[in-house]
């Protein structure tokens, strides 16, 4: 049906970036939401930051400044642009995708999630 896949993750230190990318494969009609979402060891699921299909963000209070959403539509994908990382930063970061996929006018809405990419920070 639908496949999201992230990649970017990976170690950094304190202060350091890393640009997080995910993209929706599929028979997909169009694309609304899609969002960032993380979960550290012991710790339920948080949202990042999340963006609207015509551009509008939310962050979280802790990627308020510090993390950037973007996305683009023609490709299906979705970015997350992170500096200064912090090592309370570090989880696995998942994104998600809400769309419709399908040939119009038979058309069937997803809400699917990639498989996460781990993110560390080390003091």
């Known amino acids: 049906q639908v496949q999201v896949v992230e990649s970017g993750g990976g170690s950094v230190q304190t202060g350091g970036s890393l640009r997080l990318s995910c993209a929706a494969s599929?028979?997909?009609?169009?694309?609304?939401?899609m969002g960032w979402y993380r979960q550290a060891p012991g710790k339920q699921r948080e949202l990042v930051a999340d963006?609207?299909?015509?551009?509008?963000?939310n962050y979280a209070d802790f990627a308020q400044g510090r993390f950037s959403i973007s996305r683009d539509n023609a490709k299906n994908a979705v970015y997350l642009q992170m500096n200064s990382l912090k090592p309370e930063d570090t989880a696995v970061y998942y994104c998600n995708i809400a769309g419709n996929y399908g040939d119009s006018p038979w058309l069937t809405e997803f809400d699917s999630w990639g498989q996460g990419t781990q993110v560390t920070v080390s003091s």
């Open positions: 599929g028979r997909i009609f169009s694309t609304n939401a």
């Open positions: 963006i609207s299909r015509k551009g509008r963000t």
